[in-house]
Protein backbone atom coordinates (compact mmCIF):
# COMPACT_ATOMS: atom_id res chain seq x y z
CA UNK A 1 0.00 0.00 0.00
CA UNK A 2 1.56 3.33 -0.84
CA UNK A 3 1.67 6.48 1.37
CA UNK A 4 -1.16 8.43 -0.29
CA UNK A 5 -3.81 5.12 -0.36
CA UNK A 6 -2.65 4.98 3.52
CA UNK A 7 -3.56 8.94 3.78
CA UNK A 8 -6.73 8.61 1.78
CA UNK A 9 -8.00 5.70 3.73
CA UNK A 10 -6.88 6.84 7.28
CA UNK A 11 -8.40 10.42 6.52
CA UNK A 12 -11.61 8.84 5.24
CA UNK A 13 -12.22 6.63 8.27
CA UNK A 14 -11.54 10.05 10.60
CA UNK A 15 -14.46 11.41 8.37
CA UNK A 16 -16.86 8.45 8.26
CA UNK A 17 -15.80 8.16 12.48
CA UNK A 18 -16.80 11.87 12.94
CA UNK A 19 -19.60 12.18 11.20
CA UNK A 20 -22.52 14.06 12.08
CA UNK A 21 -20.26 15.92 14.95
CA UNK A 22 -20.68 19.34 14.94
CA UNK A 23 -19.43 22.23 16.04
CA UNK A 24 -21.24 23.02 19.28
CA UNK A 25 -21.63 19.40 19.89
CA UNK A 26 -18.34 18.47 21.91
CA UNK A 27 -18.96 21.50 23.40
CA UNK A 28 -21.97 20.56 24.80
CA UNK A 29 -20.72 17.02 25.97
CA UNK A 30 -18.43 18.62 28.02
CA UNK A 31 -20.52 21.07 29.10
CA UNK A 32 -24.48 20.50 29.67
CA UNK A 33 -24.23 16.95 28.72
CA UNK A 34 -21.61 15.96 31.18
CA UNK A 35 -23.11 18.07 33.93
CA UNK A 36 -26.83 16.61 33.24
CA UNK A 37 -25.20 12.83 33.33
CA UNK A 38 -23.45 13.68 36.87
CA UNK A 39 -27.04 14.63 38.51
CA UNK A 40 -28.28 11.97 37.49
CA UNK A 41 -25.58 9.15 38.45
CA UNK A 42 -24.86 10.80 41.89
CA UNK A 43 -28.78 12.09 42.65
CA UNK A 44 -29.36 9.10 44.81
CA UNK A 45 -25.70 9.84 46.92
CA UNK A 46 -25.65 14.11 47.18
CA UNK A 47 -25.45 15.50 50.27
CA UNK A 48 -24.07 19.18 51.21
CA UNK A 49 -20.90 20.01 49.49
CA UNK A 50 -17.93 20.81 51.82
CA UNK A 51 -16.20 23.89 51.59
CA UNK A 52 -12.92 24.39 50.05
CA UNK A 53 -11.98 23.19 46.87
CA UNK A 54 -9.51 20.22 47.71
CA UNK A 55 -12.37 18.89 49.75
CA UNK A 56 -15.55 19.78 46.91
CA UNK A 57 -13.18 17.35 44.53
CA UNK A 58 -12.97 14.30 46.93
CA UNK A 59 -16.78 14.64 47.76
CA UNK A 60 -18.05 14.49 44.36
CA UNK A 61 -15.20 12.05 43.13
CA UNK A 62 -16.53 9.89 45.94
CA UNK A 63 -20.24 10.54 45.32
CA UNK A 64 -19.38 10.04 41.62
CA UNK A 65 -18.07 6.56 42.34
CA UNK A 66 -20.68 5.47 44.69
CA UNK A 67 -23.22 6.25 42.30
CA UNK A 68 -22.08 4.75 38.98
CA UNK A 69 -20.70 1.34 41.00
CA UNK A 70 -24.37 1.27 42.50
CA UNK A 71 -26.12 1.58 39.11
CA UNK A 72 -24.53 -1.89 38.34
CA UNK A 73 -25.51 -5.16 38.64
CA UNK A 74 -23.26 -6.75 41.82
CA UNK A 75 -20.86 -8.49 39.66
CA UNK A 76 -20.19 -5.69 37.20
CA UNK A 77 -19.68 -3.29 40.78
CA UNK A 78 -16.69 -5.35 41.58
CA UNK A 79 -15.57 -5.72 38.49
CA UNK A 80 -16.03 -1.72 38.20
CA UNK A 81 -14.18 -1.10 41.47
CA UNK A 82 -11.04 -3.78 40.63
CA UNK A 83 -10.74 -1.65 37.51
CA UNK A 84 -10.48 1.74 39.30
CA UNK A 85 -8.08 -0.11 41.78
CA UNK A 86 -5.69 -1.25 39.02
CA UNK A 87 -5.89 2.42 37.55
CA UNK A 88 -4.57 3.73 40.88
CA UNK A 89 -1.85 1.05 41.34
CA UNK A 90 -0.72 1.66 37.75
CA UNK A 91 -0.73 5.79 38.78
CA UNK A 92 1.31 4.92 42.13
CA UNK A 93 4.10 3.02 40.14
CA UNK A 94 4.63 5.88 37.50
CA UNK A 95 8.26 5.99 37.50
CA UNK A 96 10.47 5.43 34.80
CA UNK A 97 12.15 2.41 36.58
CA UNK A 98 8.86 0.96 37.06
CA UNK A 99 7.44 1.72 33.62
CA UNK A 100 10.72 0.30 32.31
CA UNK A 101 9.83 -2.94 34.40
CA UNK A 102 6.14 -3.84 33.31
CA UNK A 103 4.55 -3.29 36.38
CA UNK A 104 3.17 0.31 35.14
CA UNK A 105 2.23 -1.18 32.09
CA UNK A 106 0.36 -3.99 33.14
CA UNK A 107 -1.79 -2.18 35.98
CA UNK A 108 -2.36 0.38 33.40
CA UNK A 109 -3.40 -2.21 30.85
CA UNK A 110 -5.03 -4.51 33.14
CA UNK A 111 -7.66 -1.26 34.60
CA UNK A 112 -8.17 -0.21 31.05
CA UNK A 113 -9.37 -3.68 29.79
CA UNK A 114 -11.53 -3.73 32.66
CA UNK A 115 -13.28 -0.98 32.04
CA UNK A 116 -13.79 -1.45 28.44
CA UNK A 117 -15.20 -4.58 29.32
CA UNK A 118 -17.62 -3.31 31.40
CA UNK A 119 -18.52 -0.74 29.21
CA UNK A 120 -19.01 -3.55 26.49
CA UNK A 121 -21.84 -5.29 29.00
CA UNK A 122 -23.55 -2.16 29.52
CA UNK A 123 -23.94 -0.95 25.86
CA UNK A 124 -24.84 -4.48 24.90
CA UNK A 125 -27.68 -3.87 27.49
CA UNK A 126 -28.33 -0.93 26.42
CA UNK A 127 -28.80 -2.09 22.53
CA UNK A 128 -31.21 -4.63 23.72
CA UNK A 129 -33.32 -2.07 25.80
CA UNK A 130 -32.92 0.91 22.61
CA UNK A 131 -34.58 -2.07 20.61
CA UNK A 132 -37.25 -2.88 23.05
CA UNK A 133 -38.34 0.80 23.21
CA UNK A 134 -38.40 1.18 19.45
CA UNK A 135 -40.70 -1.54 18.96
CA UNK A 136 -42.72 0.37 21.77
CA UNK A 137 -42.27 3.34 20.27
CA UNK A 138 -43.38 2.32 17.20
CA UNK A 139 -46.68 0.54 18.92
CA UNK A 140 -47.60 3.81 20.64
CA UNK A 141 -47.37 5.44 17.05
CA UNK A 142 -50.00 2.81 15.76
CA UNK A 143 -52.26 4.51 18.24
CA UNK A 144 -52.20 8.04 16.44
CA UNK A 145 -53.89 8.69 13.36
CA UNK A 146 -51.40 8.45 10.75
CA UNK A 147 -53.63 10.40 7.86
CA UNK A 148 -55.92 13.06 8.63
CA UNK A 149 -59.61 12.73 8.43
CA UNK A 150 -61.64 13.01 5.60
CA UNK A 151 -64.73 15.13 6.29
CA UNK A 152 -66.22 17.29 3.74
CA UNK A 153 -65.40 21.23 4.41
CA UNK A 154 -62.76 20.05 7.29
CA UNK A 155 -59.04 21.11 7.22
CA UNK A 156 -56.69 18.83 9.78
CA UNK A 157 -53.09 19.03 9.92
CA UNK A 158 -51.18 17.49 13.28
CA UNK A 159 -47.97 16.61 14.50
CA UNK A 160 -45.85 15.03 17.25
CA UNK A 161 -42.33 15.61 18.63
CA UNK A 162 -41.36 13.36 21.83
CA UNK A 163 -38.97 14.86 24.34
CA UNK A 164 -37.92 10.76 24.56
CA UNK A 165 -38.34 8.10 22.62
CA UNK A 166 -41.96 7.14 24.28
CA UNK A 167 -44.43 10.10 24.68
CA UNK A 168 -47.30 10.73 26.67
CA UNK A 169 -49.03 12.78 24.29
CA UNK A 170 -52.34 11.87 22.30
CA UNK A 171 -54.48 12.75 20.06
CA UNK A 172 -57.09 11.54 17.78
CA UNK A 173 -59.80 11.75 15.24
CA UNK A 174 -62.78 9.22 16.11
CA UNK A 175 -65.79 9.50 13.83
CA UNK A 176 -69.53 7.95 15.07
CA UNK A 177 -71.91 6.30 12.55
CA UNK A 178 -74.31 9.50 12.62
CA UNK A 179 -71.85 11.55 11.35
CA UNK A 180 -70.15 13.10 13.73
CA UNK A 181 -66.32 13.32 14.95
CA UNK A 182 -64.88 12.90 18.18
CA UNK A 183 -61.48 15.56 18.26
CA UNK A 184 -59.16 14.71 21.29
CA UNK A 185 -55.78 15.72 22.71
CA UNK A 186 -54.41 14.57 25.83
CA UNK A 187 -51.04 14.69 27.93
CA UNK A 188 -50.47 11.96 30.18
CA UNK A 189 -48.65 12.58 33.67
CA UNK A 190 -44.53 12.26 33.48
CA UNK A 191 -42.17 10.90 30.70
CA UNK A 192 -40.89 8.18 28.98
CA UNK A 193 -42.54 4.49 28.87
CA UNK A 194 -44.57 5.16 31.85
CA UNK A 195 -46.30 8.16 30.32
CA UNK A 196 -46.67 5.80 27.42
CA UNK A 197 -48.28 3.02 28.98
CA UNK A 198 -50.71 5.84 30.46
CA UNK A 199 -51.63 7.09 27.61
CA UNK A 200 -52.29 3.40 25.90
CA UNK A 201 -54.72 2.68 28.75
CA UNK A 202 -56.16 5.95 28.56
CA UNK A 203 -56.83 5.50 24.91
CA UNK A 204 -58.88 2.25 25.22
CA UNK A 205 -60.84 3.60 27.59
CA UNK A 206 -61.36 6.81 25.43
CA UNK A 207 -62.51 4.76 22.32
CA UNK A 208 -64.80 2.13 24.95
CA UNK A 209 -66.32 5.17 26.39
CA UNK A 210 -67.30 6.80 22.89
CA UNK A 211 -69.25 3.54 22.27
CA UNK A 212 -71.24 3.34 25.72
CA UNK A 213 -71.84 7.21 25.51
CA UNK A 214 -70.17 9.88 23.55
CA UNK A 215 -70.86 12.60 25.68
CA UNK A 216 -68.12 14.76 27.15
CA UNK A 217 -68.83 14.72 30.44
CA UNK A 218 -69.71 10.71 30.13
CA UNK A 219 -66.02 10.07 28.37
CA UNK A 220 -64.35 12.30 30.86
CA UNK A 221 -66.22 10.49 33.73
CA UNK A 222 -65.51 7.05 32.37
CA UNK A 223 -61.56 7.50 31.19
CA UNK A 224 -61.60 9.05 34.79
CA UNK A 225 -62.65 6.07 36.30
CA UNK A 226 -60.34 4.04 34.03
CA UNK A 227 -57.29 6.02 35.50
CA UNK A 228 -57.62 6.09 38.56
CA UNK A 229 -57.81 2.04 38.76
CA UNK A 230 -54.71 1.88 36.56
CA UNK A 231 -52.45 3.82 39.21
CA UNK A 232 -51.50 6.05 41.65
CA UNK A 233 -52.72 10.06 42.28
CA UNK A 234 -49.13 10.53 40.16
CA UNK A 235 -50.69 8.84 37.14
CA UNK A 236 -52.63 11.37 35.84
CA UNK A 237 -53.70 12.87 32.46
CA UNK A 238 -55.00 16.27 30.79
CA UNK A 239 -57.83 16.13 28.47
CA UNK A 240 -59.43 17.76 26.06
CA UNK A 241 -62.77 16.03 24.12
CA UNK A 242 -65.15 17.81 21.37
CA UNK A 243 -67.86 15.95 20.31
CA UNK A 244 -67.97 17.76 16.55
CA UNK A 245 -70.71 17.80 14.04
CA UNK A 246 -69.54 18.93 10.87
CA UNK A 247 -72.81 19.40 8.80
CA UNK A 248 -73.47 22.66 11.43
CA UNK A 249 -70.22 23.19 12.71
CA UNK A 250 -71.29 22.58 16.57
CA UNK A 251 -69.13 21.39 19.70
CA UNK A 252 -69.74 20.25 22.65
CA UNK A 253 -66.46 19.58 24.77
CA UNK A 254 -65.03 19.11 28.01
CA UNK A 255 -61.71 20.17 29.46
CA UNK A 256 -59.83 18.67 32.09
CA UNK A 257 -56.63 20.27 33.49
CA UNK A 258 -55.82 20.66 29.50
CA UNK A 259 -54.31 24.05 27.97
CA UNK A 260 -57.22 26.36 26.87
CA UNK A 261 -57.60 25.19 22.99
CA UNK A 262 -57.99 28.30 20.89
CA UNK A 263 -60.24 28.96 18.21
CA UNK A 264 -59.73 32.00 15.70
CA UNK A 265 -62.82 33.43 14.55
CA UNK A 266 -62.55 34.23 10.39
CA UNK A 267 -62.54 37.90 11.75
CA UNK A 268 -59.24 37.19 13.45
CA UNK A 269 -60.48 37.44 17.13
CA UNK A 270 -59.40 34.23 19.43
CA UNK A 271 -62.00 32.70 21.99
CA UNK A 272 -60.34 30.27 24.60
CA UNK A 273 -62.05 27.11 25.08
CA UNK A 274 -62.29 26.12 28.49
CA UNK A 275 -63.13 26.91 32.58
CA UNK A 276 -60.22 24.63 34.12
CA UNK A 277 -60.79 21.62 35.97
CA UNK A 278 -58.69 19.11 37.35
CA UNK A 279 -56.53 16.39 35.07
CA UNK A 280 -58.40 12.92 34.92
CA UNK A 281 -57.22 10.30 37.05
CA UNK A 282 -56.73 11.95 40.50
CA UNK A 283 -60.13 11.60 42.21
CA UNK A 284 -62.15 8.88 42.02
CA UNK A 285 -65.19 11.51 41.34
CA UNK A 286 -64.54 14.08 39.52
CA UNK A 287 -66.96 17.19 37.19
CA UNK A 288 -64.69 18.12 34.20
CA UNK A 289 -66.48 21.61 32.66
CA UNK A 290 -68.44 21.10 30.07
CA UNK A 291 -69.20 23.93 27.17
CA UNK A 292 -70.53 24.30 23.27
CA UNK A 293 -69.17 26.37 21.14
CA UNK A 294 -70.02 26.98 17.10
CA UNK A 295 -67.44 26.73 14.59
CA UNK A 296 -68.00 28.83 11.75
CA UNK A 297 -66.73 28.97 8.15
CA UNK A 298 -63.28 30.64 8.07
CA UNK A 299 -62.80 29.42 11.88
CA UNK A 300 -59.62 27.33 12.66
CA UNK A 301 -58.92 25.39 15.78
CA UNK A 302 -55.70 24.99 17.81
CA UNK A 303 -55.19 22.06 19.71
CA UNK A 304 -51.56 21.88 21.94
CA UNK A 305 -50.62 20.41 24.78
CA UNK A 306 -48.22 22.13 27.48
CA UNK A 307 -44.96 21.12 25.80
CA UNK A 308 -45.13 23.83 23.04
CA UNK A 309 -46.16 26.74 25.45
CA UNK A 310 -43.38 25.12 28.46
CA UNK A 311 -40.62 25.20 25.41
CA UNK A 312 -37.52 26.78 26.88
CA UNK A 313 -34.91 28.74 25.13
CA UNK A 314 -31.29 28.64 26.05
CA UNK A 315 -31.66 31.57 28.73
CA UNK A 316 -34.25 28.99 30.47
CA UNK A 317 -37.66 31.37 29.29
CA UNK A 318 -40.90 29.77 27.96
CA UNK A 319 -41.93 29.90 24.82
CA UNK A 320 -45.77 30.69 26.42
CA UNK A 321 -49.19 31.73 25.76
CA UNK A 322 -48.46 34.96 23.59
CA UNK A 323 -46.44 34.11 21.62
CA UNK A 324 -48.47 30.76 20.46
CA UNK A 325 -51.57 33.19 20.45
CA UNK A 326 -49.70 35.72 18.13
CA UNK A 327 -48.81 33.01 15.47
CA UNK A 328 -52.59 31.88 15.50
CA UNK A 329 -53.50 35.36 14.92
CA UNK A 330 -51.90 35.49 11.79
CA UNK A 331 -54.11 33.11 10.24
CA UNK A 332 -53.69 31.23 6.72
CA UNK A 333 -54.19 27.36 5.98
CA UNK A 334 -54.54 25.13 8.92
CA UNK A 335 -50.88 23.64 7.05
CA UNK A 336 -49.41 27.57 7.18
CA UNK A 337 -50.80 27.90 10.71
CA UNK A 338 -49.34 24.42 12.25
CA UNK A 339 -45.40 25.21 9.95
CA UNK A 340 -45.60 28.82 11.66
CA UNK A 341 -46.09 27.79 15.01
CA UNK A 342 -43.14 24.85 14.56
CA UNK A 343 -40.60 26.83 12.92
CA UNK A 344 -41.56 29.72 15.83
CA UNK A 345 -40.85 27.12 18.52
CA UNK A 346 -38.11 25.48 16.87
CA UNK A 347 -36.09 28.73 16.24
CA UNK A 348 -37.28 30.04 20.12
CA UNK A 349 -35.66 26.61 21.31
CA UNK A 350 -32.48 26.88 19.67
CA UNK A 351 -29.68 25.08 21.20
CA UNK A 352 -32.07 23.90 24.37
CA UNK A 353 -33.15 20.68 25.62
CA UNK A 354 -36.39 19.55 24.65
CA UNK A 355 -37.68 18.83 28.06
CA UNK A 356 -41.56 17.63 26.69
CA UNK A 357 -43.28 16.26 24.32
CA UNK A 358 -44.87 18.46 21.79
CA UNK A 359 -48.34 18.07 19.79
CA UNK A 360 -50.37 20.28 17.74
CA UNK A 361 -53.83 19.90 16.03
CA UNK A 362 -54.96 22.63 13.43
CA UNK A 363 -58.32 22.55 12.48
CA UNK A 364 -60.29 24.37 10.19
CA UNK A 365 -64.10 24.78 8.49
CA UNK A 366 -63.29 26.09 5.04
CA UNK A 367 -64.61 29.02 3.96
CA UNK A 368 -67.92 28.53 1.58
CA UNK A 369 -67.12 28.52 -1.73
CA UNK A 370 -68.22 31.10 -4.06
CA UNK A 371 -71.40 31.01 -6.74
CA UNK A 372 -70.23 29.45 -9.88
CA UNK A 373 -70.83 32.27 -12.62
CA UNK A 374 -73.95 31.73 -14.83
CA UNK A 375 -75.28 29.19 -12.37
CA UNK A 376 -78.49 30.95 -11.03
Given at each position: ??K ?18 G????R ?8 H ?21 F ?6 F ?18 I ?5 A ?8 A ?13 A ?7 L ?5 I ?8 A ?8 P ?6 E?W?FV ?30 A ?11 A ?15 P ?45 M ?8 V ?12 G ?5 T ?17 V??T??P ?8 R?RR ?18 V ?7 V ?23
Amino acid sequence: MTKDNWFQRAERFVRDYTGGVGAGDLRRLFDRDAAHAFGVVTREHDGEEPKGKVKRFFHRAKILFLGLSFKLSPPRRVLFGISIILSLLALQNFDSTMAAGGQFAFFHLAGIAGLVFLILLELADRIVVRDELEVARELQHDLLPKDPPRVEDWEFVFSYRTANTIGGDYYDFIPLEDGRLAVVIGDASGHGIAAGLLMAIASSALKLAIDVDPKPASVARFVNRALCRSGTNRAFMTLFYGLLDPATGSMDYVVSGHPYPMLRRCDGGIVELGEGGLPLGIRGELSSPTGSISIDRGDQLLLYTDGVVETVDPSGADFGYDRLRRALAFGGSSAAIHDRIVREVVSFQGDAVTLDDRSLVVVKRLPALPPVPGSA
